[in-house]
């Protein structure tokens, strides 16, 4: 069954970015959206995230139609966002990056302890860095650190933006790896990237163009030839 | 590290402090002491507004002393008619209003303007509400009585203080102590402090960034409120604009001497700037600068801090 | 935030507010004294002694009118309310013109009135507009010693006689139409001093605020008190717009030097700030001082208890001894007042109308600037019996020959009238 409907899809700015993008994700799946820069991915995502209104088109939800809610609805509803940039809070430590990671689910405190739990135990690097301010962390641990702040709020559906971005090729495959981690437990993944060294994890290949999907597919679909051709091969024009 | 150097603000602190009461009670100023916590308490009051909204939304809101004097208006147009606690809570309703009202229809369709923008329109609506007051209710000024009559309960160094001024005191420093804790300690004051870091992470957190903005306007306008109606009464009286002229500027460099973040920086930089202003009119060494030495000294403490600790008193670096 | 962001935004802290000070605020209180009155006048005084007759120049009087320009402060550091002087502007003239429809050779008196906004610069852009646009024939200055000097420079430029109450006399005693109507804060000094002396008062302190305007009067004061053989125990300048810490400290020194009389020259908000302190900290010395603004009723609904043994020479005596000295002044208002009771800034307007309607009318029917001037400088005596008499003579500016002794009393909250017409000696 599919957990994410994503119908004709339409966003501007002040130029239209996505021009009627259709896709569906299922559950338990991890998604890799792929595309040059500009290709309308980051759009897409945040749009799922209600950080943007879409002019036309459906989100659909495990069948709800989500389209042009705000975080705050979705956040509650299992969606939760790991922005390109990485984005913590500098100034607060690590533990209260995470706290706020839990805002939704901030009434129940024996949940919360749970899944810090968990998050240490994906990251346990994070666990030995609980005091220290989010502001000084590498890159790496801070890319643990988003990641795991949006666990916090025990999501349904995880995106994330650009995950290997500025990391070294050893520690994007440590995230990776983590992050299949995390969709083995049953969370639904769509990663928006353009380092093909996510490909062994995914299970879903979505590539956009210039505001559109120009290929999806699953399973054996995805093969590097045809990646290649489609994705890395025009990216050389 | 992080640490050390936070260690390292409260011993200069500590070391300002102990220094600057020791060359008081040396040369005789002791009354300049307490004089100096007593007035300096209400530029405190002021700045922990200027902090609050400083550290949410990182603007100098020129704004927050017309929220003092809306409430000390309103304390005054209402105590003919109302038991005078009862005046004092409507006083702060308004001016809390005031700061909902503000928020609303200044800072949020200002929200991702450049910062400098919102400064200027903070000064737009501390400008607008004096024209009001003035448009109102004349330029003059007018008579508003203290909460606690009671003048000369206690004496301290040869200084009188009266009851008025320990409520200020009292209200200052609790205060300051539950603000620094909100702040530390409760999921809204992590929120609160993550939307003036990242204001779109905060959103995906699933928190409303524009009602925190509310949040923080309402209860900054509140202590702007509790700093009129606490100080303004035992000054005697108020004119229209009284807090924007005569405590902005102290206020704001309380603040600034305080580290801009620091909610117990903002409360002693308040009590230093006081002294150091009331050193300046009764040291004799100063009576030979023409002008204004109380201001002067104060500029110049407030231009040291910024060359040489411009994270302040007990603000953090960076 | 970076060092360089805070120095500038400290800067646009000071932009900001002292705009706002000097435009529409206030509290805080600055240098000038606001003078509720001023004059009338006229004569001469060009460098040889005589404005020249071919050059009496008539604009802003016409066969039917006679327009006077008024600025005050209505808004900024120390404003007057603006209905009391609306309305109090013209309310001699109003009854002129009921009563005596031909005096002034049957010409109306129409007041033109500017809020200066207590701001030199501005004071000097309304007086032009007032001349150049509204055709005033003569300018008042209603308040702000340094609002009046600013714009009576700018009247003796243009040859426009300029009328005030005694204020301070540097700067102005070159100003060659300008006149004082009543006695000077340097001329007040010595009354001021004797008066101390007969109270039975020795120790006597100084808080003078820090405007070259009060220089004079300062200095006038010290020596008449060493004179007098007084003992200056604390002698002070004050910030002219102190704040609360500063004019605490101002009377922890006072009260330390054990003064018992303090001579005040400031703001009335700095007096204010200054008496109130004072009596927080059980300290009660008498105020004393030329007054003018600090002798205005409304600093008692202000500042009592702090301010109750206030005493202050003034240019207008009281309401309470108004009906003996000008009987037309209650009754006017009561016709013309609008529902407004009659004041004290009232009567400062009434007497300084009706020693400026004593000089019209000694210039006769070739009412012109020179005509007026040359007339006021002849030596001759114009007393209004509300105002003290005044004279000029050898180019003298200064024309005050005695002031009123007003007494605060928190009881009523009203000045009450000690003494009237306290003659300066010599």
């Given at each position: 069954m599919a957990l994410v409907e994503v119908e004709d899809l339409r966003v501007s700015y002040e130029n239209p970015v996505l021009l009627g993008v259709s896709f569906e994700v299922e559950e338990g799946e991890t998604a890799v959206l792929f595309g040059l820069n500009g290709a309308g991915k980051t759009t897409t995502v945040q749009t799922i995230a209600g950080l943007l209104k879409p002019d036309a088109g459906k989100i659909r939800l495990g069948g709800t139609d989500i389209a042009g809610r705000p975080p705050s609805k979705l956040v509650p509803m299992g969606v939760a966002l790991v922005p390109e940039g990485r984005r913590v809070f500098p100034a607060l430590s690590v533990a209260n990056n995470l706290r706020l990671g839990a805002w939704v689910r901030r009434a129940n405190g024996s949940e919360v302890d749970e899944r810090r739990e968990l998050v240490f135990e994906y990251f346990p690097r994070l666990s030995e860095r609980v005091d220290q301010a989010a502001g000084t962390l590498s890159g790496g641990e801070q890319q643990m650190l988003a990641i795991g702040r949006a666990l916090m709020s025990k999501p349904k559906l995880l995106l994330i933006d650009e995950a290997s971005l500025g990391l070294s090729p050893a520690l994007a495959k440590t995230v990776f790896q983590v992050v299949k981690r995390i969709n083995d437990d049953g969370v639904t993944v769509i990663i928006v990237e353009q380092n093909v060294g996510v490909l062994p994890y995914a299970d879903r290949v979505l590539i956009m163009e210039k505001g559109t999907l120009i290929f999806s597919g699953v399973g054996d679909e995805i093969q590097d030839a045809n990646l290649r051709e489609s994705y890395l091969g025009k990216a050389e024009e | 590290m992080d640490r050390l150097r936070e260690r390292q603000g409260q011993v200069i602190t500590a070391a300002v402090i102990t220094l600057l009461v020791l060359v008081l009670l040396a040369t005789g100023e002791k009354e300049s002491l307490v004089i100096g916590v007593i007035t300096g308490s209400a530029y405190g009051f002021l700045a922990l507004g200027l902090v609050l909204i400083y550290k949410s939304s990182g603007v100098f809101n020129f704004a927050q002393g017309e929220f003092g004097t809306v409430a000390v208006y309103t304390l005054y147009l209402l105590h003919f008619d109302v038991p005078y606690g009862f005046a004092l809570l409507g006083a702060l309703g308004v001016a809390v209003l005031m700061g909902v009202v503000v928020e609303r229809l200044v800072v949020r369709p200002l929200f991702d303007a450049p910062r400098v923008t919102l400064l200027v329109a903070t000064a737009g609506v501390a400008l607008l509400s004096i024209a009001v007051q003035i448009w109102f209710g004349e330029a003059t000024a007018r008579p508003v009585g203290r909460a606690l009559p009671t003048l000369d309960r206690f004496t301290v160094l040869g200084v009188q203080i009266s009851d008025q001024r320990l409520l200020l005191l009292g209200a200052l420093a609790i205060l300051a102590g539950l603000l620094a804790w909100f702040f530390n300690k409760t999921n809204l004051g992590l929120?609160?402090?993550?939307?003036?870091?990242?204001?779109?992470?905060?959103?995906?957190?699933?928190?409303?960034?524009?009602?925190?903005?509310?949040?923080?306007?309402?209860?900054?306008?509140?202590?702007?409120?509790?700093?009129?109606?606490?100080?303004?009464?035992?000054?005697?009286?108020?004119?229209?604009?009284?807090?924007?002229?005569?405590?902005?500027?102290?206020?704001?460099?309380?603040?600034?001497?305080?580290?801009?973040?620091?909610?117990?920086?903002?409360?002693?930089?308040?009590?230093?700037?006081?002294?150091?202003?009331?050193?300046?009119?009764?040291?004799?060494?100063?009576?030979?600068?023409?002008?204004?030495?109380?201001?002067?000294?104060?500029?110049v403490v407030l231009l040291i801090v910024l060359v040489a600790r411009p994270q302040g008193l007990l603000g953090k670096a960076g | 935030m970076s060092q360089r962001a805070r120095v500038a935004i400290l800067l646009l802290v000071v932009a900001l507010v002292g705009a706002a000070c000097g435009q529409k605020t206030g509290v805080a209180g600055t240098g000038g004294e606001v003078v509720a009155g001023g004059g009338g006048g006229g004569g001469g005084g060009t460098a040889s002694g005589q404005h020249e007759p071919d050059d009496n120049d008539t604009s802003g009087v016409s066969d039917s009118e006679i327009v006077i320009g008024v600025h005050a402060p209505v808004t900024g550091a120390s404003p007057l309310p603006q209905r009391?002087?609306?309305?109090?502007?013209?309310?001699?003239?109003?009854?002129?013109?009921?009563?005596?429809?031909?005096?002034?050779?049957?010409?109306?008196?129409?007041?033109?009135?500017?809020?200066?906004?207590?701001?030199?610069?501005?004071?000097?852009?309304?007086?032009?507009?007032?001349?150049?646009?509204?055709?005033?024939?003569?300018?008042?200055?209603?308040?702000?010693?340094?609002?009046?000097?600013?714009?009576?420079?700018?009247?003796?430029?243009?040859?426009?006689p300029y009328f005030s109450a005694g204020v301070n006399e540097a700067g102005l005693e070159e100003a060659s139409t300008y006149f004082a109507l009543s006695l000077t804060y340097a001329q007040q000094a010595p009354l001021i001093a004797q008066r101390i002396k007969d109270e039975g008062f020795e120790k006597v302190g100084v808080a003078v605020a820090d405007t070259p305007s009060f220089q004079d009067g300062h200095d006038a004061f010290v020596d008449a008190a060493e004179e007098a053989g007084l003992d200056i125990v604390a002698d002070d300048t004050i910030n002219k717009t102190a704040s609360e810490a500063e004019a605490l400290a101002e009377v922890q020194k006072l009260k330390d030097a054990d003064a018992e009389v303090v001579f005040i020259l400031t703001s009335p908000l700095v007096y204010l700030g200054i008496a109130g302190g004072a009596r927080n900290q059980n300290y009660d010395p008498v105020f004393i001082g030329p007054g003018i603004t600090s002798g205005l009723n409304q600093v008692l609904t202000f500042g009592c208890p702090g301010v109750a043994k206030g005493r202050f020479f003034s240019p207008f005596p009281e309401l309470d001894v108004i009906d003996e000295l000008d009987p037309d002044y209650v009754a006017a208002y009561e016709q013309f007042g609008q529902g407004e009771p009659a004041d004290d800034i009232g009567l400062a307007l009434w007497g300084l109308n009706k020693t400026i309607r004593l000089m019209f009318e000694a210039t006769g029917d070739e009412l012109g600037r020179a005509a007026l001037m040359n007339t006021i400088e002849g030596g001759e005596v114009f007393d209004s019996g509300v105002f003290a008499p005044v004279e000029f003579s050898d180019g003298e500016r200064f024309g005050g020959t005695a002031a009123h002794l007003l007494k605060a009393d928190c009881d009523t909250k009203l000045y009450s009238t000690e003494e009237q017409f306290v003659q300066a000696e010599g």
């Open positions: - | 929120a609160i402090l993550g939307s003036s870091q990242e204001p779109t992470a905060t959103e995906l957190m699933g928190i409303s960034v524009k009602r925190l903005s509310t949040i923080v306007w309402a209860l900054a306008a509140l202590l702007g409120g509790l700093a009129g109606v606490l100080a303004v009464p035992e000054t005697g009286g108020f004119a229209p604009g009284v807090l924007t002229v005569a405590f902005l500027i102290p206020a704001f460099t309380a603040a600034v001497l305080g580290g801009m973040t620091s909610l117990p920086g903002a409360f002693l930089g308040g009590v230093i700037v006081g002294v150091v202003e009331a050193v300046a009119t009764s040291a004799p060494i100063f009576e030979d600068i023409p002008g204004s030495p109380g201001t002067l000294l104060v500029f | 009391t002087f609306d309305i109090g502007k013209d309310i001699y003239w109003q009854l002129l013109a009921a009563n005596e429809p031909d005096a002034l050779g049957g010409r109306r008196v129409r007041v033109v009135f500017r809020d200066d906004e207590f701001n030199p610069n501005r004071a000097v852009e309304v007086c032009r507009e007032m001349v150049e646009s509204e055709g005033a024939f003569i300018l008042v200055g209603g308040g702000g010693a340094d609002q009046i000097t600013a714009c009576a420079e700018y009247a003796a430029e243009n040859g426009v």
